[in-house]
């Protein structure tokens, strides 16, 4: 008889897991965290950089189509001041700017008015209705001397 030795190896048996303690897990959510906000930042930088032309283009076109409408007002200005120069040139634009100085001709006699009215005020403008007047005579009859303005 022969006997054969057989060797028995014990299974391996799957080795209980750990437990991560928490310390090990906080780091490894700050470490992802910081992680993806190291890859935003990067993709944010990227981002900024190719944008930059369309924002500095726009902002120039902005500003191109501003100082063109200031051109054209001061087109128009200059047009409506050389108009002007055109009339005030002229003998009727020549005595109209003399007037509006205080300048008279030969003959002319000036009247200067001093201390008039500039422009009245509402109150003097519109009348009172009879309403209001009847209900102002009415105190004033209550508290004056009894009889009523007429």
Do not use: C
Not at 36 to 60: H, M, N, Q, T, W
Request: proline share 6%; hydrophobic share 35%.
């Amino acid at each position: 008889m022969t006997s054969k030795v057989i060797h028995i190896k014990p299974r391996r048996t799957a080795a209980p897991k750990k437990r991560r303690s928490k310390q090990t897990r906080y780091t490894r959510i700050a470490v992802t965290t910081l992680a993806i906000a190291g890859v935003l930042f990067g993709v944010g930088a990227v981002i900024s950089k190719a944008a930059k032309p369309y924002v500095v283009g726009y902002s120039e076109s902005r500003e191109i189509t501003e100082i063109t409408q200031q051109i054209a007002e001061e087109e128009a200005r200059r047009r409506e001041l050389k108009s002007e120069i055109r009339y005030l040139q002229t003998p009727a634009g020549m005595e109209a700017e003399a007037r509006k100085l205080g300048w008279v001709k030969e003959g002319e006699i000036s009247v200067v008015v001093e201390n008039a009215k500039k422009e009245p005020t509402p109150e003097e403008v519109s009348p009172k209705s009879p309403f209001v007047n009847r209900i102002g005579d009415g105190i004033t009859g209550l508290f004056g001397s009894g009889k009523p303005k007429q």
